[in-house]
């Protein structure tokens, strides 16, 4: 060995490739150099870090993941309970409000949710067991 590095035209030759191959590889090798998320990140001087980068937990994907898990589950509700859910939930009616627009009690309203709730709940559990 010569004690120096290959050139593109030697590692083409070697690898049976084109220069532009070699070349696209090469690059990509300087794409996958590993650093510490708590090295200092350069040209910061403020001891900042990659770790101080990263992002948090988004607690909206909570919300989705449980939205479509019970979606099986609310499409078997029958009509009223599922229109009292939206009423309630995507509406943010007052069950007050609910028991009024289709002529329940607040107390009739009050149990339909819980016992949706409630079957739903079971429901998306078993679901994913």
Known sequence: MSG???????I?????????EARTG?????SFTALSLDAQLPGTGDGYSLSDA???LD?????IVDREAVKPALNRLPEREKKIL???FFRDMTQSRI???LGLSQMHVSRLISRCCT???????RDAA
């Open 119 to 125: 079957r739903l709940r079971d429901e998306a559990l």
């Open 86 to 88: 939206y009423m309630r």
């Open 26 to 30: 090469m690059e990509a090798l300087d």
């Open 54 to 56: 990263l992002g948090g």
């Open 59 to 63: 607690g909206a994907l909570d919300v």
């Open 12 to 20: 083409a030759e070697h690898a049976g490739m084109s220069e532009e």
């Open 4 to 10: 120096r590095a290959p050139t593109v035209a030697e």
């Open 99 to 101: 028991a009024e627009d």
